[in-house]
């Protein structure tokens, strides 16, 4: 393994914090993002940690922008060795009142981005036997009221990352899936909903959080280290996963719950 990783969503958030992480064992860092001033101070503190590396700015939802990043990794670093799709937005909002441009918004960043990213490092990463880290939600696995777009798009990325498992393995090309609960991160400054009270409520789910980006990044580095698959970076989503799992009827009726007392705060609100 020669220590080289690229990072989408690197200018903030999870995204810096892994890079973080893993600038501390001395890794080479490709960062992307569209936030350029994010990916400048990423680079300054991945540098401080020990890293080293260098900024691109892409937009995940053109191809020709990711093609270009693997390029410059190619030309910088001589390959690849673990990629990680991470960039996303956050959106929220019942099926009703969501448009199909925020379907389209949302997919096309949260879910085509990471198809897009894993075809575009690919190449790379059968000549290196990398590996690919998808960054999805709890949400895919949980689903939770006025949030389907959110739910489906990475419901998608965990769809995927199951079948390139299966499929890559026979190259020698590792796949991770992460699927984090509500933590504290800047995820709220890409919020799309249709209503300020939504935004609200998804913003105190975040900061009830008892868990940072960067604990986060941290249980990543150990999960990928012991080979893990579907990684939980929080106990109580570890424990929700496995109660849908014994008893997923329950679940659904905590969730028809959960929207009903939604709708009542949005109608006060």
Same mark, same amino acid.
């Given at each position: +393994?020669q220590?080289?990783?690229?990072?989408?969503?690197a200018?903030?958030?999870?995204g810096?914090?892994?890079?973080?992480? %893993?600038a501390?064992?001395? %890794?080479?860092?490709? /960062?992307?993002?569209?936030?350029?001033?994010?990916? !400048? #101070?990423?680079?300054q503190?991945?540098?401080?940690?020990?890293?080293?590396?260098?900024?691109?700015?892409?937009?995940?939802?053109?191809?020709?922008?990711l093609? *270009?990043?693997?390029?410059?990794?190619?030309?910088?670093?001589g390959? =690849?060795?673990?990629?990680?799709?991470?960039?996303?937005? !956050?959106?929220?909002?019942?099926?009703?009142?969501?448009? /199909?441009?925020? %379907?389209?918004?949302?997919?096309?960043?949260?879910l085509?981005?990471?198809?897009?990213?894993c075809?575009a490092?690919?190449?790379?990463?059968?000549?290196?036997?990398?590996?690919?880290?998808?960054?999805?939600?709890? !949400? *895919?696995?949980? &689903?939770?009221?006025?949030?389907?777009?959110?739910?489906?798009?990475?419901?998608?990325?965990? $769809?995927?990352?199951?079948?390139l498992?299966?499929?890559?393995?026979?190259?020698? =090309?590792?796949?991770?899936?992460?699927?984090?609960?509500?933590?504290?991160t800047?995820?709220?400054d890409?919020f799309?909903?249709?209503?300020?009270?939504?935004? $609200? &409520?998804?913003g105190?789910?975040? #900061?009830?959080?008892?868990?940072? $980006?960067?604990? =986060? *990044?941290d249980?990543?580095? @150990?999960?990928i280290?012991?080979?893990?698959? +579907?990684?939980l970076?929080?106990?109580?989503g570890? +424990? !929700?996963?496995?109660?849908?799992? &014994?008893?997923? &009827?329950?679940?659904?009726?905590? +969730?028809?719950?959960?929207?009903? @007392?939604m709708r009542a705060?949005?109608a006060q609100?």
């Amino acid at each position: +393994m020669q220590n080289r990783m690229m990072i989408t969503g690197a200018g903030s958030g999870l995204g810096r914090e892994i890079a973080l992480r %893993w600038a501390r064992e001395g %890794w080479r860092l490709a /960062l992307a993002d569209i936030n350029e001033a994010g990916l !400048a #101070e990423s680079l300054q503190l991945v540098r401080a940690a020990g890293g080293e590396g260098f900024t691109l700015r892409c937009d995940v939802r053109d191809y020709s922008q990711l093609t *270009a990043l693997a390029q410059a990794c190619e030309d910088k670093f001589g390959g =690849i060795d673990v990629i990680v799709n991470n960039a996303g937005v !956050a959106s929220g909002g019942f099926f009703d009142e969501l448009s /199909l441009e925020d %379907w389209d918004w949302q997919i096309s960043i949260n879910l085509m981005g990471v198809v897009k990213g894993c075809k575009a490092f690919l190449p790379l990463l059968q000549r290196s036997k990398g590996r690919i880290v998808n960054i999805a939600s709890m !949400a *895919a696995l949980m &689903q939770g009221p006025a949030m389907s777009n959110y739910n489906v798009a990475k419901a998608g990325v965990v $769809a995927l990352s199951e079948s390139l498992l299966i499929e890559l393995q026979a190259r020698e =090309i590792g796949v991770h899936v992460v699927c984090p609960s509500f933590f504290q991160t800047n995820l709220l400054d890409s919020f799309r909903g249709p209503t300020p009270a939504m935004k $609200a &409520q998804v913003g105190k789910l975040l #900061e009830s959080s008892p868990i940072s $980006a960067a604990d =986060i *990044a941290d249980y990543i580095y @150990r999960q990928i280290a012991a080979g893990e698959f +579907m990684i939980l970076p929080h106990e109580q989503g570890r +424990m !929700a996963w496995a109660l849908k799992q &014994q008893n997923p &009827q329950a679940l659904y009726e905590e +969730m028809v719950g959960m929207a009903s @007392r939604m709708r009542a705060k949005a109608a006060q609100g």
